[in-house]
């Protein structure tokens, strides 16, 4: 093969160099790909552990509950399910509003999205957040890690996280508000004592969002 391409003029040189170099990036984008792929099919199945590196001051937040009497009866959308019973993102989402400094509570935030046509089903779209507040936008990645977490609070931001209740339950959310002794620290709406709870009560992480300021 090596005596052959030496034969090659030198523009067949240059043209088989350049098939090979482009195959070489081709070849190394596919493994990138199909690594980034299999750790997202990882953590929609498996979740991931997050533990702090350093500890975070927690943020006085408005700690709603998704079954207050208030919003508790209310129908998420145009479904039959109550925010009692299935309000926790929803909660989430409104102390997370609030905190961007748009005052917000758990039933105005699914009127608005309801108004939106803000769910499939009884889950939230997310990007009808900013039709509902033009204010405020989500941020995502399916990749997600401690250290993202980190830099979001470290920027004033609370990410929410996609939990199973006590680790093995139904699909839950949360709100990290804070970290200590290497434990992030969690709002959840179904905590009647309002008081961070920690993460790792609930197990590993599914999925994650953020609500920014938009623009």
Known sequence: MLTKIKRFSKEKR????????????LLITLVIVAAYGARVISIRANGLELRASKDFEVVDIKYFLQNDPEWGGDLIGGTNRTMGGSGCLITCVAS?????????????????????????GADLIWYKINEAYPE???????????????????????????????GSGASHWLLIIGAKD??????????????????????????????????
Do not use: W
């Open 14 to 25: 240059a043209l088989f160099a350049f098939c090979c170099t482009l195959a070489s990036i």
């Open 96 to 120: 997370a509003i609030d905190h961007l400094g748009t005052p917000a509570t758990p039933g105005e935030v699914n009127r608005k999205l309801t108004g939106v046509d803000g769910y499939q």
């Open 136 to 166: 405020i936008d989500y941020e995502y990645t399916r990749v997600f890690s401690s250290s993202g977490l980190e830099r979001d609070l470290e920027n004033g931001l609370l990410p929410i996280v996609n939990v199973k209740l006590n």
């Open 182 to 215: 290497r434990e992030f620290l969690a709002y959840d709406p179904l905590n009647p004592d309002k008081e961070p709870i920690m993460l790792s009560r609930h197990g590993n992480v599914y999925s994650y969002r953020v609500l920014v300021r938009a623009g």
